[in-house]
């Protein structure tokens, strides 16, 4: 895991202050981290565009010009002028090279976006809409630097966003980076060393990036068992059927010993999948939600008040019945329109998808405030799994898995771990990585998934 802070400037100031680090020097290795990556990764033959503007985004992109002035043929755009002291120093040292500035923007090989980085405060203007229009317009390798123009301090997106291959940002991951709209736009997130090493200028967080190697796989480690030692996970079946199937599939590929449908009326279920209609006495986790429809509610409450732990998904996101629940330890998997109707019913708040998508850090914190106990799996281009204040943050799932049943499987794999006996945190995390990383290694037409698919791809994990 990798931490992630909501602000960075705090931690710049601790640099100045504990360890004598002024801004220059933490500037000046921003640049060089830039740099360093240029020159690693790209020949000295390439010319390079680098668009800044006039506050320390632009001084970081006018430091660089001089990096890499004589090696590259350096093209340096200042569309509007220079503010910041810092800029203007940089600009200073620059021109005492001989390198003069451009009036326009014009063709290069490499194009780096220092516009605003996290210092976009307001709405874009005529200009700077017209300077990134252009930008994304040239064929170049598109880096930018700390993060694209267009997307302010809290991720959220201007209507014009400059589209990078690259985003290196400085000294450590920020939250707007992975916002769900911001994912179109970051490409691939390299973190710049400002002077001390990242174990340094970090300090404590509440927030993670999960990585791959974050990933533990129920392998099963002793010979003498039996089925019985993995759990007995109950998928309750609704009126939409398939839903159910889906997930008991899922959780029954992710290591649960025995998977049982519960269900008022006979159903065509594969062979080792048991049905019954009522929860079983061994049962050691229940999934419900998905495909619930109009569901009988006496039926519906006893389910929900045993002390057997759930994960609760679809349907039951729109039924007044779940607030009722929420100081059990449950797992919840709402999607955006989901959430925002749980957030209402339990009097968090009332909002619309788009203010949730703009501020979904946000509204995770606010539930999660609320109601401790939950673990919280918020689906998106990024899945936000929550606790209390703590926040991980799922980045590796697609647009192949936008497709229905998909969150079926989600459902059944993390109860399924439930029902081996992992605690529930370590379900949601470890599930949520195995769902995204099947599907990223999903190798047919990226509309093609189904979810039997997505199955098949958690067994080769």
Do not use: W
Not at 22 to 34: G, K
Not at 221 to 237: A, E, I, R
Not at 283 to 304: F, H, P
Not at 427 to 434: D, E, G, Y
């Amino acid at each position: 895991m990798q931490k992630v802070f909501d602000e960075l400037n705090s931690l710049d100031k601790r640099c100045y202050t504990k360890f004598a680090l002024s801004e220059d020097i933490l500037m000046e290795h921003a640049a060089n981290a830039m740099a360093l990556y240029i020159s690693k990764n790209y020949s000295n033959k390439k010319s390079i565009l680098i668009v800044s503007g006039s506050g320390n985004n632009g001084a970081d992109g006018i430091a660089l010009a001089r990096l890499l002035y004589k090696k590259y043929k350096i093209k340096l755009y200042l569309p509007f002028g220079l503010k910041s002291n810092m800029s203007k120093i940089q600009f200073k040292r620059t021109k005492l090279l001989g390198l003069k500035p451009i009036d326009k923007i014009k063709k290069a090989d490499i194009i780096v976006d220092c516009l605003f980085g996290t210092g976009l405060n307001k709405n874009l203007n005529e200009q700077s809409i017209d300077i990134i229009e252009k930008l994304n317009l040239k064929k170049a390798i598109k880096i930018a630097c700390d993060i694209p123009s267009g997307i302010n301090c809290l991720g959220q997106v201007n209507d014009l966003v400059f589209k990078a291959d690259v985003t290196i940002t400085m000294g450590a991951l920020k939250t707007s980076l992975f916002q769900d709209r911001a994912k179109d736009y970051i490409g691939k997130v390299i973190v710049a060393n400002l002077g001390v090493q990242r174990k340094i200028y970090e300090v404590n967080t509440n927030t993670y990036l999960l990585d791959k190697k974050d990933l533990i796989l129920p392998f099963r480690n002793t010979s003498n068992t039996n089925k019985g030692d993995f759990g007995h996970l109950n998928v309750v079946c609704g009126s939409k059927v398939g839903a159910s199937l889906i997930a008991s599939n899922a959780g029954f590929a992710f290591g649960a010993g025995l998977v049982s449908i519960i269900s008022d009326t006979k159903i065509a279920i594969p062979a080792y999948i048991m049905q019954d209609t009522s929860i079983s006495h061994n049962c050691t986790a229940i999934v419900i939600g998905m495909g619930l429809g109009s569901y009988d509610k006496e039926k519906l409450r006893n389910i929900l008040n045993n002390d057997i732990k759930k994960v609760i998904d679809a349907d039951l996101f729109y039924d007044k019945d779940i607030v009722s629940v929420l100081n059990q330890e449950l797992v919840l998997t709402p999607h955006p329109k989901e959430f925002c109707s749980l957030l209402k019913l339990c009097d968090v708040d009332d909002i619309d998808i788009k203010t949730l998508q703009n501020n979904r850090f946000l509204y995770v914190k606010k539930f999660c405030r609320k109601y401790p106990k939950i673990i919280l799996v918020l689906k998106g281009a990024n899945v936000l799994i929550s606790q209390n204040q703590n926040i991980y943050i799922n980045t590796f799932g697609n647009q192949i898995l936008a497709k229905g049943g998909s969150g079926d499987v989600l459902s059944g794999l993390i109860a399924s771990l439930i029902a081996q006996g992992y605690d529930t945190l370590y379900s949601a995390l470890n599930a949520s990585l195995a769902h995204a990383l099947a599907g990223s290694n999903y190798k047919k037409n990226n509309y093609s998934l189904n979810p039997l698919d997505l199955i098949k791809e958690v067994k080769k994990l």
